[in-house]
């Protein structure tokens, strides 16, 4: 739609700004759990492990359902707001659940506390982000100002993410992290559900995203029967499991391979700043040259950085930092731009169904990014056991060779690897022609 006004500003900011609560409360559980359980809770490693990863796999399994069960909802509220509103409490109270346990309880009880808290959090999760994701493809017809829309999404969200960073390192240098942490989570959650409610309370579902799909299996199937849709899914898994291990393995790298811990911060910092401030660069390359051939250059401008980080050695910080920077600016164009491509098939999935499927499609890009994960997560632990990797030692060449395969050489790999898948997307010059005259 050629001529589809541009959202405004405050639109923007109402659909994007209130994420940096959900990237924040996210991002602490996701990398800051483990460590707490097992360090300051003093939890069996081997049963936390088993239950954070009983509760990815529910994350996962639990975001098609949400998906599916928000497209097929009926309300005077619409089909998504009542998801955004109803995942706030059980968000505070799951959080809140993870990290002030009560002293008292005996280690199975704790267990099953955490178990719980564990479970309401990743249900809350599933419960805002699929139709929070939904609703920026229903905000407008055009695929510019979806771009933009999915942008101010993503810098919001890696803000949140950076907030963070500074909460878990001011938990783990205190003198009591497990007081500091209870001092975090109410304060945290409460403010991040403040800013997660303007989404709901400022933005109303345009008139025409009415109808969803008949039934789940039903929306699945469309969903897997469009040969554009599995492309995209499957670039988008292959993405993800390459970068997967990277942010686990910068200590690692830090460490053992540039003999530098007390860079561990910056490594991150590089990847994460440099994709925020470029996401909108890509937008407006995306308005001239097209969604698709934009991606596939920031893949390829990936995979060189990537593959420049196999050779780093000690003392490399600067080339380090510079290569991570440069990795890190693709990162936010894939994570705005596989959206604005996604809610392009919605779109033709309409005109060929009569039915506005977003959750549907948006929880499909979702499990494919949290399988991908899951699994780069597991391979580290498997290749560094096989390379004969030493705790706080000496590492061997196999060694060192494995953390650079895993940190650098499985995103290179990966991001190869879909550029070349990708470069077949059929819809590139039909989403480029509908960009460059938005």
């Not at 109410?186 to 997660?196: G, H, K, Q, R």
């Not at 686990?248 to 401030?277: C, E, F, K, M, N």
């Not at 600016?329 to 039915?355: F, K, N, P, W, Y």
């Not at 499909?364 to 096989?386: D, E, N, Q, Y």
């Amino acid at each position: 739609m050629p001529n589809a006004p541009a959202v405004p500003p405050r639109i923007l900011l109402a659909y994007g700004a209130p994420i940096l609560g959900l990237g924040f409360l996210m991002f602490f559980v996701q990398f800051y759990f483990l460590k707490f359980a097992t360090d300051v809770l003093l939890l069996p490693p081997a049963t936390v492990g088993v239950v954070f990863a009983v509760a990815k796999v529910w994350d996962a399994i639990s975001n098609p359902l949400v998906g599916s069960w928000s497209d097929r909802t009926r309300s005077r509220l619409g089909r998504r707001r009542p998801f955004l509103f109803g995942s706030l409490p059980l968000l505070v109270l799951g959080f809140v659940m993870l990290w002030r346990p009560p002293e008292a309880l005996s280690p199975g009880l704790l267990v099953a506390w955490m178990v719980v808290g564990l479970f309401l959090f990743y249900v809350a999760l599933a419960l805002y982000t699929i139709p929070h994701v939904a609703l920026g493809a229903e905000m407008s017809s055009d695929s510019h100002q979806r771009t933009r829309l999915f942008g101010a999404r993503q810098i919001f969200f890696t803000i949140g993410m950076l907030c963070s960073f500074a909460a878990i390192q001011s938990a783990m240098n205190a003198a009591s992290p497990r007081v500091a942490a209870a001092a975090i989570a109410i304060p945290s959650a409460l403010i991040a559900v403040l800013l997660l409610s303007i989404t709901p309370l400022a933005l109303r579902e345009p008139a025409r995203a009415c109808h969803g799909g008949q039934s789940m299996m039903a929306g699945f199937r469309d969903v897997l029967g469009s040969r554009a849709a599995r492309i995209l899914l499957f670039v988008w898994f292959v993405e993800n499991t390459g970068v997967g291990a990277v942010g686990t393995l910068a200590p690692y790298v830090a460490q053992y391979v540039l003999r530098r811990p007390d860079v561990v911060g910056i490594l991150p910092a590089a990847y994460v700043v440099s994709g925020i401030l470029t996401i909108p660069l890509w937008i407006g390359l995306s308005r001239r040259i097209g969604a698709r051939d934009t991606w596939l250059a920031a893949m390829i401008l990936a995979a060189i950085a990537f593959g420049g980080m196999l050779f780093v050695g000690a003392n490399d910080i600067v080339l380090t930092i510079a290569l991570l920077a440069l990795a890190g600016c693709s990162m936010g164009c894939g994570s705005v731009l596989s959206s604005t491509l996604m809610a392009e098939i919605i779109d033709i999935d309409e005109r060929q169904t009569g039915e506005r499927k977003e959750g549907a499609y948006s929880s499909a890009m979702m499990f494919v990014l949290r399988i991908g994960i899951s699994l780069a997560t597991a391979a580290s632990g498997f290749v560094l056991a096989s390379a004969g990797f030493v705790p706080n030692g000496e590492q061997s060449a196999a060694s060192l060779m494995g953390i650079r395969i895993l940190f650098a050489g499985m995103p290179c790999v990966g991001f190869l690897v879909g550029a070349f898948l990708f470069r077949r997307f059929p819809l590139g010059k039909r989403v480029a022609a509908t960009v460059a005259v938005g």
